[in-house]
């Protein structure tokens, strides 16, 4: 079965720093892609950045990079020069072969000044 | 630009009624889900589709019922709805493709008396 852990439920940062939020998985298929979307608290879903678990780099999407470790299992989001409308819930997100699309439990970011 | 709609946005009910959540989207999309989310829950994956006339169960399917009969549309049904349903619904849907990311609706927030 598969599984995303997301163990921060909470994040911290201040404005203009570099903020890491962790996400491990856990699959035996060997093709897989990950996702990071974001919900501020108006609630709507926001894809930031996608993960192939064959693609060579990292993929970057503007201040957002995903550190992607395959041997550990492990996709973590770097916000990159943080701003106030940061501020949000950040999910992980996993696709497996069989198209079934499964979320982590989230960690809410604050930005503060 | 409707993208992902549904409906109703907000709905009350008694323990033992039933109702249907509609999930429309224009975009052609193979792929739809339906997802719960509940505070420290993140995202649950209730049923999927991978196109017209197929579903397949997701994390917590049990009391819900889906059908996918037209391919823009997916029909997520509570036949006798419980407390413990109570939470906001997103429906979403992606293209076929590894790196289809997930269009969601805005949310249908139930509350079950």
């Known amino acids: 079965a598969q599984k995303i852990t997301q163990t921060q439920p909470g994040m911290f940062v201040q404005e203009k720093e570099a903020v890491t939020l962790d996400c491990t998985y856990d699959?035996?298929?060997?093709?897989?892609?990950l996702f990071w979307y974001k919900q501020p608290s108006s609630g709507e879903m926001i894809f930031l950045i996608y993960?192939?678990?064959?693609?060579?780099q990292n993929a970057t999407e503007g201040r957002y990079s995903l550190n992607f470790q395959k041997a550990r299992k492990s996709a973590n989001l770097v916000i990159s020069a943080s701003q106030l409308g940061d501020s949000a819930m950040y999910f992980c997100?996993?696709?497996?072969?069989?198209?079934?699309?499964?979320f982590g439990t989230g960690t809410r970011l604050q930005v503060f000044p | 630009n409707a993208g992902v709609t549904q409906t109703p946005k907000f709905r009350v009910l008694k323990t033992g009624q039933s109702m249907t959540l509609l999930c429309a989207q224009d975009m052609n999309h193979e792929y739809m889900y339906w997802y719960r989310q509940d505070p420290g829950m993140g995202l649950r994956l209730i049923h999927y589709s991978v196109g017209e006339g197929t579903t397949a169960k997701g994390e917590v399917p049990d009391g819900y019922n889906v059908s996918r009969l037209k391919k823009q549309n997916f029909l997520l049904g509570l036949e006798s709805a419980a407390p413990s349903q109570t939470s906001v619904y997103f429906c979403?849907?992606?293209?076929?493709?590894?790196?289809?990311?997930?269009?969601f609706g805005e949310g249908s927030r139930l509350t079950v008396l």
């Open positions: 699959t035996s298929d060997p093709s897989y892609g």
């Open positions: 979403a849907s992606r293209r076929q493709g590894d790196t289809g990311e997930l269009f």
């Open positions: 997100a996993m696709r497996e072969w069989s198209d079934k699309l499964i």
């Open positions: 993960q192939g678990s064959y693609d060579q």
